[in-house]
Nanobody
Framework: QVQLVESGGGLVQAGGSLRVSCTTSGRTIRNYNMGWFRQAPGKEREFVVVIRWSDGSTYYADSVKGRFTISRDNAKNTVYLQMNNLKPEDTAVYYC??????????????????WGKGTLVTVSS
């Protein structure tokens, strides 16, 4: 079994920065694409970013492009999401995910293999 555990969420002022982490445990998932989704209060879950395991290519939602950066440390079994210039609309629970299938599945999120329990990011105005 695979477990994904997020950490690093919290409260930050608009314009500030925050880094959230996702550490995996259980069997090796180094050949899994990994990334983040988020769900704001009263809204549906949405795709944020994914990093492809094979070549490190990254794909971002337009809403975070240029402000968020994903990185992956396979030696530590950890994926990071650096969030800069945060806005109140970034407030959400951020979920780490891992999936063995093509990147296209990330844009709707259905069928993703593994999910973390989420970490709350709150951006105050």
């Amino acid at each position: 079994q695979v477990q994904l555990v997020e950490s690093g969420g919290g409260l930050v002022q608009a314009g500030g920065s925050l880094r959230v982490s996702c550490t995996t445990s259980g069997r090796t998932i180094r050949n899994y694409n990994m990334g983040w989704f988020r769900q704001a209060p009263g809204k549906e879950r949405e795709f944020v970013v994914v990093i492809r395991w094979s070549d490190g290519s990254t794909y971002y939602a337009d809403s975070v492009k240029g402000r968020f950066t994903i990185s992956r440390d396979n030696a530590k079994n950890t994926v990071y999401l650096q969030m800069n210039n945060l806005k109140p609309e970034d407030t959400a629970v951020y979920y780490c995910a891992a999936d063995s299938q093509p990147i296209s599945r990330w844009y709707h999120g259905y069928g993703i293999d593994y999910w973390g329990k989420g970490t709350l990011v709150t951006v105050s105005s």
